[in-house]
């Protein structure tokens, strides 16, 4: 239940930097997750924090106090590790009351936990299996186990959900979420699983090489990302960006380019109506605003190419100009693949960020 | 673990393959087996053949010591065979002990730790390993005695014991420490475990199979080991291969006792590779981490 | 790899008792022995005792004809005897290295020759490679061939002890390479089978790399044990005829108890040391520098890209 | 009783796995009921108790009472000062045997084991005592096929040149059978069977100022006649040690044999032994003077023991004649000259009488007994095997170790009183 | 692009069997996506299809050939690893083209192919890397990659996106669109991204317990699941289940349940009408079958608990008596949870199973 603070924390191994001076403060009791592309520096962000790796420099506290020289059991730290890291020799049993036995904790009240977690978990027919015997997802809840039966002050977690079923993970989700709302502990979260960041964080950061592009709530995120990174990482399907040239006259707004010409309205546009007028800028369109009720919104011109069929809703693939562009629709409409037709946009959502540095306007 | 080989299975040049490198290996050991059954004068005549009436008499002689009845063809017993057995029992299990322990403990520290000295320890012990015992022979008995004062105990030569075989013990366990995924200790250091228990309970569980290996080359040397027993050892700290090497006589090499008492000395580490090996089982770190 | 975020004191408290042990038992007698090669001592005498000659014991081996040779036959028979061993111990091990019933049995039955006290199986072989009661000699002359003059002849003889020595020593290179093979990550294999990897290529690029850890240390510590063999090869041809089986360990061993030159067996088996010591080194410097030239290619790699 | 005094006492005593010691093993006990001293005994290979004896006499308070040594041993122990010197022994009148027939050792044993601080240090003379007496010791001689003899009608030799020229006859006459069983393995066998044929064809390895003469003509001789003898004797025994040699007279596959007394114990044992009752056995031939070799154990009192008194008690004892005797009878090595002749020995085992005659030309000083003899020892060993292996030149052969030997005898500083340094 | 039959394959592992006899088709050239909860033996589905675990019973054929007996090599197959198993002792670019270099293909061939395939992947820059120094993402692409650069007949992919982002995820699911339509050959899939199964199958397994619980286009699997554990399986957020009795009266049928009634028409109603009067039913409610918007349907009422936003959508959890109903909805909606609230559910869209065998009437 520390204040966790990272203070220019840097990170490389040799002559691979990854962690370049990260600043992160991670408040009380709260969940933050950790978004990013594969390969940014989360996992060992988390490896630091748990006191896995040196620190190539920088410092963290937890409540203020410096702890870069401290074992990572002084650390109070319970962690599920990306790649398992389940003990061969013990049965599941055993691999998840590891801790707890070191702990010393009585044998009746680890069984009761283990008992309760797997079931939980789904995984008390195994208790007595090695983890070569199970399967892939399987072996992940156990490492999801091993940190659930502990009481440790902070939880770290590495992507624990994604070898599971959809059901599955929804069931851990609401168990996650749980645990966040009634006990009062540090949680960070890593995971590339959209719903799984949006519904479980109080705070999502999102990394990218080893820096911060930002943090906030969930809605701040997807509805105010400061930059281009931020905006097509965060929704999925992922945001679409056009080029093309802003313009400004007489208070209103508009964006034209290759194939199409759309108002920007809403607080976007009032915004950027105070900028030069003028500008080569990215669009940002998310497929979700794009509706094929041309009523709906400004009228634009899709060339589609495929319907990708998700069950309730279908992704169609178009073109717009030379720009593929994805429109997120109710699998009820059906389109016919080759055909150009109008579509909706919804011109309050639309997002504008400055071509060259990304950030949003 | 996994299928191999699926239904064919070997085929009968594997078999042809095997059971000739049975015979070269295992020959040796039959003839002396055979040896071990007939007397002097059949072994060293022309035309001594395979078949031949075996007589246990040699084994009557190498264990009179400890037989019920008296071998009437035994002219002098020596009666320190039973002691020099437990002797031996002792001082090459609890060095075996020891040395699997001390050195095993010494190996995860040079693999897994970097520390002011780490190089020099490691060649170090390895150095120690490339002196002969002959000339080690005598500064080892003058300390031993001298300085020590524990000359002639079995301690003095468990501690020599422990001592030559750790060199191999911290080398070849380093070889098989580094292979087991650090993500495991990792783990267990998630789990509140400290560097002992993480070693005892995550780390040795899975080097079963090089720690059997080298507790069968451990037990070996303890238990086969003569010059320092010799020097070390008094009449009642001795132990079997001091003792039987010491019954070798120039005037007349008995091959039949000789070999009857090879026989008998090779039966507890035998059977103490029997045990081992069966530790030595693939798949110690299957499941444990994925990449 | 290695493990962040310890205590300090840690690595020493996990190595203390070797050293201890080490230092006490071992050290401290070679720092004796590496004194007394610049004594004139022979056993009857306390240490104290003995008259220092400096380095007149290293001035006469130098000159010594008989060490040069006993030098040279030693290094000719580690080299053969690791090389030879050292594939037939690994081959063996992949021949075994499968599941059939009774493998435990098998496995014993080839570690076996280890198990034998060693001055059992120098006798024996003695008694094998007898001119006329040998098996050998008598085999050849059943089948109406030559017998051969296993040990009255120099280079038979040091083929004898070779052949003797492969015989005893294989094992361990054997059960060495069993371990490491049987400890190697399942995964690997599997993916290489889909891969089309069979047989001896699956050996050949996946199980041998995997082994070499393990494989290296073998050899180093079997080329050490292989300057330093003694009991079988002084049974069995007492270093003859002539010096062509007398290697340095019998040299040496023979001068400190059948001359009583300690000062001189020291000076001797410091040279083994010096060599050996050289050869470790160099080993080492070898394996560092293709660590750190690969490291240094992958850093100009990333910086590039 | 002078016994009395050591009642209950333990003795600790060393000896050798050796045939006489197994028979001695036999009488012991008979030393402890008429004493009430006790007597454990840790018998150890030779080698390994000169190993194991060389250590324990360093110490200060040594485990042994009484030690049996190997003949060259005699040259360490006495020269580091840790063997008694008997003297004190035998002039202490509640020890001596009044009784103790000293005489009647055999003198060359005495000479060869017993005394140091003699001629040449290692021999008896004026300035010599005693250290240890005889016991277990040996001599040479020569046995040979009775049967094979008879048949062919062959005299039994009495020079080194019959012998020599039967040695190379027998395999003429009966194909596949060795003439004489020699031991030739590198390093001390051979050098053992060199020397053996050194002493009688009048050869020595130092002149009397410690010049190396192993090169003279006698020493060609007698390198020679080991490669005659090895030439014709039976198959690959260039890498016979004694035990092959033995060995190969005992399955019958040589004529002749000419090795050490302590071999004769076991040509009659059927378990060993397929020529029982075939053997008879003549002195060692002469060439141009008799000299037998002497050689084996004497025993004697460490400084460091802890009863040296009880200790001695048991020495005389062990050589007194009555426990000569009943040792002989058990299959040991005699000590003294009327044990040869004492018919109760006789009956058992009648070839003593011959070994008693040869033991009169028992050389004392057959080969040296100093400190640098081992290094010696093995290159001359060494040498004669490259010999009789390689085909070495026999005279540049020995030309070599005399060379080696005399810088070994240089840097010894056995030159030290010598002119020209 | 042989055509793979699955006859009665049979898989226990000593006491545990994982697959009852399974009768499973892989058309030649067909991408068959298999689905199933974590534990359900599609791993051990795939192994025993690439050779590496011997049948406990049952033969497979290629072609009508029998293949029981063949090398892994013999049957042309390329694997993605649930768990990777990446060669620890070579470097990226070597992992990648082990296959290649057995094979014999030429040095510019392999260079060729893996510079391609690695810069698909993002991981061109990382070529020279032993897998132990890479993050989880980047090994799972490794193993991606090196099945990608071979030219095998059959290739089997065990869940090989779980630990990308989304971004590279969509990216990759592309790539595999790509390869399945313009390559010829045999893609047998596992995933429990739902999205993943949707687009890129021809074909969906749904598997439970090793038994096969349905096969068919996603659509078919989406529409018209055989029972409920199939409705439940395919959709995300999982469909709703409530307990009620269906009645059927002049040919218009409506269930009734626990706080609601709803009025089942379309396909379904017709169906359902010809079945038995007043029946024990279990009614299946997909979320984005609720509308915010009363008048889009059949009125329900519904407590609102939470709801959990994701973005462009927002799951609202709620109650309908006492069962958890979620609802898929734009999240431009607000509600403000605790109240009770109609909304308008597409009775087009329900489906009913019958309670005691689950299947859909
Ligand atoms: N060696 C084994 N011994 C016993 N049971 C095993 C063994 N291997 C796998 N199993 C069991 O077989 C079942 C199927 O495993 P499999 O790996 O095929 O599942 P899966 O469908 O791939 O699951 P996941 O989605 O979790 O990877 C699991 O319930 C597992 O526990
Ligand atoms: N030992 C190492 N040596 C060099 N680079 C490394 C090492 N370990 C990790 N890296 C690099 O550090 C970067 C960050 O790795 P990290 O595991 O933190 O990524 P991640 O954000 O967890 O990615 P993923 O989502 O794929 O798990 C990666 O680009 C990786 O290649
Ligand atoms: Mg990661
Ligand atoms: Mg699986």
Redesign the pocket.
């Known amino acids: 239940m520390p204040e966790i603070v990272f203070d220019k924390v840097r990170k490389s191994?040799?002559a691979?930097e990854?962690l370049p001076p990260l600043d992160l403060e991670l408040n009380d009791s709260e969940f933050t997750v950790l978004v990013?592309p594969?390969?940014?520096?989360?996992?060992?962000?988390l490896r630091i924090l748990a006191g896995l790796e040196t620190l190539s420099g920088g410092e963290i506290y937890f409540d203020g106090r410096p702890i870069g020289g401290l074992e990572p059991k002084e650390r109070d730290i319970a962690m599920v590790f990306?790649d398992y890291a389940l003990y061969p020799h013990m049965n599941i049993a055993r691999n998840m009351s590891f801790a707890l036995r070191l702990a010393g904790v009585s044998k009746s009240e680890i069984e009761e936990k283990v008992t309760r977690v797997a079931k939980l978990l789904n995984i008390d027919h195994l208790l007595d299996r090695k983890p070569a015997e199970l399967s892939g997802g399987q072996r992940q809840r156990v490492a999801m186990g091993r940190a659930m039966v502990r009481d440790a002050g902070t939880f770290l977690f590495?992507?624990p959900l994604s070898n599971l079923d959809a059901k599955l993970r929804a069931k851990m989700r609401t168990e996650l979420a749980e645990m966040r709302d009634t006990i009062d502990k540090n949680m960070v979260y890593?995971t590339?699983d959209q719903v799984e960041a949006m519904t479980l964080g109080d705070r999502i950061v999102v990394m990218s090489d080893g820096k911060i592009q930002q943090q906030g709530s969930p809605e701040e995120l997807f509805k105010r990302p400061v930059n281009r990174f931020v905006a097509g990482f965060i929704g999925s399907p992922t945001m679409n960006f056009l080029d093309g040239e802003l313009h400004t006259k007489d208070g209103s707004t508009w964006v034209q380019g290759d194939g199409y010409m759309l108002p920007v309205t809403g607080e976007t546009g009032q915004r950027v109506s105070q900028v030069a007028t003028s500008r080569n800028i990215t669009l940002g369109l998310r497929p979700s605003s794009i509706d094929p009720d041309v009523t709906a919104g400004a009228p634009i011109e899709l060339h589609i190419a495929v319907a990708e069929y998700l069950g309730a809703q279908s992704v169609l693939v178009t073109r717009c100009g030379q720009t593929e562009v994805l429109a997120e629709i109710a699998s009820a409409h059906r389109f016919e693949s080759g055909k150009v037709r109008t579509f909706g946009v919804a011109t309050d959502e639309l997002m504008i960020f400055d071509r060259d540095s990304g950030l949003r306007l | 673990m996994s299928a191999n080989a699926q239904a064919k299975g070997p085929n009968p040049a594997f078999y042809a393959l095997l059971v000739a490198l049975i015979v070269m290996s295992a020959g040796p050991i039959v003839l002396m087996l055979a040896t071990s059954l007939k007397l002097n004068v059949e072994i060293m005549s022309d035309t001594s053949s395979l078949i031949f009436m075996p007589t246990m008499q040699n084994y009557e002689t190498a264990l009179c010591d400890m037989l019920w009845y008296e071998p009437e063809h035994v002219r002098y017993c020596d009666p320190t065979f039973g002691r020099a057995l437990v002797n031996s029992l002792i001082v090459a299990t609890v060095s075996t002990i020891l040395t699997l322990v001390i050195g095993c403990m010494a190996a995860y520290s040079l693999v897994r730790f970097r520390f002011m000295g780490r190089d020099v320890v490691s060649l170090t012990t390895l150095m120690t390993r490339m002196v002969p015992p002959a000339v080690l022979l005598v500064p080892v008995f003058g300390i031993w005695t001298f300085q020590y004062g524990i000359d002639g105990t079995r301690m003095g030569i468990i501690l020599i014991y422990v001592a030559m075989n750790l060199p191999f013990v911290i080398w070849i366990l380093q070889s098989f420490i580094v292979q087991v995924p650090i993500q495991l200790e990792e783990a267990a250091r998630m789990d509140g475990a400290g560097p002992f228990q993480t070693f005892f309970l995550v780390v040795l569980p899975l080097i079963k199979p090089g720690l059997a290996a080298a507790a069968i080359f451990t037990f070996r040397v303890a238990w086969n080991e003569f010059l320092l027993g010799n020097a070390l050892a008094d009449r009642n700290s001795r132990t079997v291969p001091v003792t039987i090497v010491n019954s070798l006589t120039e005037y007349d090499i008995d091959w039949g006792v000789i070999m009857a008492t090879g026989m008998l000395l090779a039966v507890p580490p035998i059977i103490f590779t029997f045990v081992a090996s069966r530790q030595i089982i693939t798949g110690m770190t299957a499941g444990a981490v994925k990449g | 790899m290695q493990t962040a975020n310890v205590n300090r004191l840690t690595p020493y408290l996990f190595l203390a008792p070797a050293v201890i042990v080490l230092a006490v038992a071992l050290l401290y007698p070679i720092g004796y022995m590496i004194w007394a090669s610049f004594l004139n001592w022979n056993p009857s005498q306390r240490i104290g005792e003995a008259e220092f000659v400096g380095l007149r014991n290293y001035m006469f081996l130098l000159q010594d004809g008989a060490f040069r040779e006993s030098f040279f036959v030693t290094i000719r028979f580690a080299v053969i005897v690791v090389v030879l061993e050292m594939c037939l111990g690994v081959g063996l091990a992949f021949l075994l290295d499968r599941k059939l019933r009774g493998m435990t049995v098998l496995r014993t039955i080839f570690i076996l020759p280890m198990m034998i006290a060693p001055i059992v199986v120098g006798l024996m072989w003695r008694y094998m490679y007898h001119p006329s009661v040998g098996i050998f000699n008598r085999t050849l002359k059943s089948l109406g061939l030559d017998p051969v003059p296993w040990l009255s002849n120099g280079d038979w003889a040091f083929a004898s002890i070779v052949i003797a020595d492969i015989w005893q020593w294989t094992p361990f290179i054997f059960i060495l390479s069993l371990a490491a093979l049987q400890s190697l990550p399942s995964s690997a294999m599997e993916a290489a089978r889909i891969d089309g990897a069979t047989g001896w290529r699956l050996i050949w690029h996946i199980k041998l790399p995997l082994m070499m850890p393990v494989l290296i240390v073998t050899a180093l510590l079997r080329m050490i044990d292989a300057f330093k063999v003694l009991e079988v090869i002084l049974v069995m041809t007492n270093g003859g005829p002539g010096l062509s089986t007398e290697i340095l360990a019998l040299r040496i061993s023979r001068t400190a108890s059948e001359f009583r030159e300690l000062g001189t067996a020291a000076a001797m088996s410091n040279l083994l040391l010096l060599l050996l010591m050289l050869l470790t080194l160099a080993m080492f410097a070898y394996t560092k520098i293709t660590e750190a030239r690969a490291a240094r290619l992958r850093a100009r790699a990333e910086k590039d890209s | 009783d002078p016994y009395e005094p050591y009642e209950g006492t333990t003795l600790v005593v060393n000896f050798p796995a050796h045939p006489h010691f197994d028979a001695v093993m036999e009488v012991l006990p008979q030393f402890t009921e008429e004493t009430g001293i006790e007597v454990e005994v840790d018998q150890l290979q030779y080698l390994r108790m000169r190993e194991r004896q060389t250590l324990e006499l360093t110490k200060d308070e040594g485990d042994y009472d009484l030690i049996a040594y190997v003949v060259f041993s005699k040259a360490d122990y006495v020269y580091a000062g840790q063997l008694e010197n008997l003297a004190p022994y035998f002039m202490n009148p509640r020890l001596a045997d009044p009784n103790y027939d000293a005489e009647d050792l055999i003198d060359g044993y005495v000479q060869n084991i017993g005394v140091a601080g003699g001629e040449r240090g290692y021999l008896p003379g004026p300035t010599g005592s005693l250290f240890g007496i005889p016991f277990g010791s040996e001599t040479s001689i020569l046995g040979y096929r009775r049967d094979i003899f008879e048949e062919h009608g062959l005299e039994v030799p009495e020079t080194y040149e019959e012998m020599l020229e039967l040695a190379c006859l027998i395999p003429e006459l009966e194909p596949g059978m060795g003439g004489l069983a020699s031991r030739a393995a590198s390093g001390h066998h051979a050098s053992h069977a060199f020397l053996l044929h050194l002493a009688p064809l009048g050869g020595r390895i130092f002149d009397n100022e410690w010049n190396p003469i192993v090169n003279s003509a006698e020493g060609v001789a007698a390198a020679e006649a080991l490669q005659t003898i090895v030439g014709c004797g039976p198959e690959g025994s260039e890498t016979f040690g004694f035990a092959e040699a033995g060995a190969s007279f005992l399955q019958g596959d040589t004529a002749m044999f000419l090795d050490s007394t302590v071999f004769a114990g076991q040509v009659n044992d059927p378990a060993r032994s397929q020529v029982v009752g075939l053997v008879d056995w003549a002195p060692h031939p002469m060439g141009v003077r008799r000299g037998s070799q002497t050689g084996g154990f004497g025993i004697g009192i460490p400084t460091n023991a802890e009863n040296k008194d009880a200790a001695f008690l048991l020495m005389q004892w062990l050589t007194s004649r009555e426990a000569d005797i009943a040792i002989a009878i058990a299959g040991g090595n005699p000590s003294r000259f009327s044990t040869h002749r004492d018919p109760s020995v006789l009956e058992v085992h009648p070839h003593l009488e011959v070994f008693g005659e040869a033991l009169q030309y028992a050389d004392p000083d057959w080969r040296p007994i100093i400190p640098v003899w081992g290094s010696i020892n093995a290159d001359l060993g060494t040498t004669l095997s490259q010999v009789l292996t390689e085909g070495l030149d026999i005279q540049e052969a020995l030309d070599g170790v005399a060379e080696r030997t005399r810088a070994t005898m240089q840097d010894a500083g056995y030159y030290t009183w010598t002119s020209d340094n």
């Open positions: 191994f040799g691979v990854v990013g594969s390969g940014c520096g989360k996992s060992t962000t990306q590495d992507e890593v590339h």
